[in-house]
């Protein structure tokens, strides 16, 4: 499986939701009412840089005033700085097609949505994910800092008119990747000091077949690598930025389509929280090891055990545990282990990233490189299957 | 968790705790005016056990035209100090506005950041123009001067709603200025931190650091 695959990306680059635009119907000053707008959202796109394809179908129709643009799914105002795709993976439980959104052109509700004055709002909020998403991986912001003017306005160009060839050229002198099967950056100078001094060579990764040893040569002057445990951290360490919003369905749910809508953000719990990568005892990290450091609660690996009456007990207990490593897993039957589930535990309905329900033991450095967003964030959409009432109220 | 002698200006979540017990303790002893913090720990479905989830809580901070500030200590802290009622009634005016300051850990910059709203008596949201005329000189020059502290408006990481902060992005940098680069040594628990930090931040936004809190650095 390649690391990177440029098809991959530019399947994702190439997602768009197709989307119905009704005029909230307060503003609407003009019998008939205007036709609602058939427009197509990028889904790594934001919902603010569709108002200038958007407008021109209703500005007969506004009241008089200044424009304040703001969107709502089924009365829930949608957060701008969220890109499209994510907000219709996890508001759409069942995939709804074209989806059916509201504008608004007055009354912004301040206290629900910070304010957005339009693209320049937007680009500032992309660039401070950037920073952040630069800061998991490196330790600083300083390579976003120091892009040229020119450079940021190109890369934030490219994103708003869905030039793939054009982000990636600028983005790849940010060095914030590929991520390596093995889960090592592959960065032409992976090691960055903490202070601008020689950067170290790395002089070759040996893996023979059978024993995956690593072995790295390192030649440094940074004073910041002062120890093999330095080296150490920062090679077989690494962190990697996700987004995750979940949301918990009622465990009687048969069917997705049936999950009463959202009607408050207070429903979604939102964890901005990156994953820490490890190489897992010569195998590389799956997409399911990596969600296990995120909510280890939810993708526990050794599910608690029911014994039947009068069943194999004990035998059956032991030879799950030494299949729990190996057993694959289906796509929405996430932690669900034939012959060991526990009842009582929270299990994962399932998982949406861009629009897809991955496979839970694809190597993560695969999800990462593939599925990221241009802000280099994993924005992941988590659908739990809550049993107990007072993991409802959450 | 870089070598002890090239920290890097950041602090762990379980040192985070930590730190949150020794503030919370410090600004008891410092005797201020201002209420007490509170920790208020948030659950989250499935990382139920993490170290960090949840914020700081200082509320109901009364503010005057940035020349007096009274507090009015409520039922939202421990402490039912008897408040004097004349006082009280006397600065109710129009013009009297009301902060809330919270501190909740950022996991991605592994820094505390600050989280403040301000209202009219009224319950109106301040709007920032508001809030900066309400801020001291000093508070002025800091957020112009420095390039590493400005205030924006965010979603609260708990409370899902938009809150004025203090952008992390340059936090570890001026604490590991400031600190050292061997504070591990000198305090292998990161007590101090956050009244460290407190005791910057807070000058960016006005607020009134009791001497106490200096002292211990």
């Known amino acids: 499986m390649e690391v990177c695959s440029e098809e991959a990306v530019k399947y994702v680059w190439e997602g768009a939701i197709p989307l119905q635009v009704h005029l909230h119907e307060s503003e609407v000053t003009t019998l008939p009412p205007p036709p609602p707008a058939l427009v197509l959202g990028s889904r790594i796109g934001y919902f603010p840089l569709l108002v200038p394809l958007i407008k021109p179908y209703f500005s007969s129709a506004l009241p008089p005033g200044e424009d304040t643009v703001w969107f709502d799914y089924n009365g829930l105002p949608l957060k701008w700085y969220v890109p499209v795709g994510v907000l219709f993976d996890l508001l759409c439980a069942e995939p709804e097609r074209p989806w059916n959104i509201t504008v608004h052109f007055r009354g912004y509700p301040g206290e629900v949505l910070t304010p957005c004055e339009g693209e320049d709002s937007v680009k500032w909020s992309y660039i401070n994910s950037l920073k952040e998403a630069s800061y998991v991986i490196t330790g600083n912001c300083k390579n976003v800092m120091n892009m040229s003017q020119a450079d940021q306005f190109d890369l934030w160009q490219s994103l708003v008119k869905g030039n793939m060839d054009g982000y990636l050229r600028i983005s790849s002198r940010l060095k914030l990747g590929p991520l390596g099967e093995d889960c090592i950056l592959k960065r032409s100078s992976s090691l960055q000091p903490r202070q601008a001094t020689d950067e170290p060579e790395i002089v070759g990764f040996n893996r023979p077949t059978q024993i995956r040893t690593p072995v790295i040569m390192v030649y440094t002057r940074d004073p910041s690598v002062a120890s093999i445990c330095d080296a150490y951290e920062l090679f077989f360490k690494g962190r990697i930025p996700v987004r995750l919003y979940l949301r918990n369905v009622d465990d009687n749910l048969e069917d997705l389509e049936d999950a009463p809508t959202i009607d408050s953000w207070e429903r979604i719990s939102y964890i901005n929280r990156a994953v820490e990568i490890h190489k897992e005892g010569g195998n590389y990290m799956t997409l399911k090891h990596a969600m296990r450091t995120l909510l280890p609660e939810i993708f526990d690996e050794v599910p608690m055990l029911i014994h039947e009456a009068g069943a194999e007990g004990n035998h059956e207990a032991d030879s799950c545990f030494a299949d729990s490593e190996t057993v694959s897993v289906t796509r929405n039957d996430l932690v669900e282990e034939t012959s060991c589930t526990n009842q009582q535990s929270n299990k994962a309905k399932l998982i949406r990233i861009q629009g897809i329900e991955p496979d839970l033991d694809i190597p993560f450095s695969w999800v990462v490189n593939n599925l990221k967003y241009p802000d280099y964030f994993l924005h992941i959409c988590v659908f739990v299957r809550a049993t107990s009432p007072q993991a409802k109220s959450t | ?217």
């Open chain 2, 1 to 217: 968790m870089a070598s002890v002698c090239h920290w890097d200006g950041t602090l762990s979540p379980s040192d985070f705790d930590s730190s949150v017990s020794t503030l919370c303790e410090r600004w008891r002893e410092a005797n201020t005016d201002l209420p007490q913090w509170l920790w208020m720990p948030c659950h989250m479905a499935g990382a139920s056990s993490c170290n960090a989830m949840g914020y700081l809580a200082m509320e109901n901070v009364y503010h005057q035209n940035a020349k007096e500030e009274v507090s009015c200590e409520g039922s939202i802290s421990g402490d039912m100090e008897l408040v004097d009622d004349a006082t009280l009634v006397k600065s109710y005016k129009d013009d009297m506005h009301v902060y809330d300051y919270h501190i909740a850990y950022n996991f991605n910059f592994r820094v505390p950041v600050l989280y403040f709203r301000g209202y009219q008596c009224d319950g109106c949201p301040l709007k920032l123009g508001d809030i900066e005329k309400d801020l001291p000189a000093y508070s002025l020059n800091v957020l112009r001067e420095s390039k590493w502290t400005f205030i924006t408006q965010e979603d609260h990481p708990y409370l899902h709603r938009p809150w004025y902060t203090l952008h992390p992005c340059g936090t570890n940098d001026w604490m590991k200025s400031m600190l050292g680069r061997d504070m591990p040594n000198k305090d292998p628990h990161m007590l101090h931190y956050i009244s460290a930090w407190l005791s910057v931040v807070g000058q960016a936004v006005g607020l009134r650091i009791p001497l106490g809190l200096y002292k211990s650095l």
